[in-house]
Nanobody, 116 residues
Framework: QVRLVESGGGLVQPGGSLRLSCVAS????????VGWFRQAPGKEREGVSC????????TYADFVKGRFTISRDNAKNTVYLQMNSLKPGDTAVYYC?????????WGQGTQVTVSS
């Protein structure tokens, strides 16, 4: 069964850290470009970060640069999003997305809440 499953979300205080995981099953995630998106209540889904399949080059939205880091562990078929210095504005459901040619997969999302 082809699936993407996110985990690692939760409630954290401002300034805290979380690490999100995106685990793939049924396909080799290292062949895919992988992105993290987020959607806050009442807002559109927005791109946060992505990592290429060819050379693992990374890109970040301006609002997370210097705070978030995306990485892969191919042995675990997993992509991570390390989130540091979290702000209340980072509160959202975070989704993992994998893309290769005509294949696109989304995870179900994991909730991140930043609040004191």
């Amino acid at each position: 069964q082809v699936r993407l499953v996110e985990s690692g979300g939760g409630l954290v205080q401002p300034g805290g850290s979380l690490r999100l995981s995106c685990v793939a099953s049924g396909f080799p995630l290292d062949h895919y470009a992988v992105g993290w998106f987020r959607q806050a209540p009442g807002k559109e889904r927005e791109g946060v970060s992505c990592i290429s399949s060819r050379d693992n080059s990374t890109t970040y939205a301006d609002f997370v640069k210097g705070r978030f880091t995306i990485s892969r562990d191919n042995a675990k078929n997993t992509v991570y999003l390390q989130m540091n210095s979290l702000k209340p504005g980072d509160t959202a459901v975070y989704y993992c997305y994998a893309h290769l040619a005509q294949y696109d997969y989304w995870g179900q999302g994991t909730q991140v809440t930043v609040s004191s």
